[in-house]
């Protein structure tokens, strides 16, 4: 099946980096690694921040009534390991009335442990006259139908354009394919928006190429019009690692998203 025969909704940038639920056990979901889903060799933190939302929000969208929107993520790496496939194996830590927490494991085709995750979601009532879609019928599909195979990095199909390295200044305009029902931008694309800056910021600085390790995130308010512009400042001395990006929705002129970020060089 080529991309003119499948289903526009699969062929989103969230879609084509591939996360897909389990349909035997819905606390599981896995990602097959590719190189375009990778930078120095190991998969970014944003497949995996998606393969968090596929596993733990989908099924939450699929059972409740409200919107669940992302508040926090959070995401420590394991083993710094190439790997050809990875499976996320969630556990709920809380489901309250108005938050939903939940853990994540990380492991490989190898049985290795490549990171760890903690995620929170926020119920949010539909407007009056929103209709949510079928989300349950939504993830069967998607974790049944192969998606065509990328032919570019995730961060150029997204359209994520690297502007001043050394002010750790990123872009985006934000298009259909990076939008969740709602209309604001998936919390992926805004962590992969994120995580570019972080690591652009620091290559330019230590000189030398860089893998983020550890992302906090924090989504205020979901990107909408764009363009989706990021900075970025050390925490401390510069060899500690410590970054902070701030995300900017410019045409709105609120800050939408909140990073600290970890690296290490590759």
Known sequence: MDETEFPTEFLSVMARMGARPDLDDPSKGQVQVNDYLCSNGIIRVA?????????????????????????DFSFRRGQLVPSKNIEAKSTILRHG??????????????GMNVGHAQITFIRTPL??????PDVGKVRDRMGRMEVPALKQT??????????????????MIPKEAVRRPGGFVQGAIMTLIGEISAQSYAEAHLGTPCIVTGLDVRYLIGGRSGPLTTSAMWIGPPERGSIKVTLTDEGHDVTSCTFLAQVEPA
């Open 47 to 71: 497949p995996l921040m998606l393969l968090a939302d596929t596993v733990v929000g989908m099924r939450l969208e699929s059972f409740i009534e409200d919107w669940t929107f992302t508040t």
């Open 154 to 171: 995730i961060e150029e199909l997204a359209g994520i354009t690297i502007e001043d390295t050394t002010t750790g200044r990123v872009s």
């Open 127 to 132: 407007r009056e006259g929103e209709v949510k």
């Open 97 to 110: 009335k108005k938050l939903l927490v939940e853990e994540l494991d990380y492991v490989n085709e190898k």
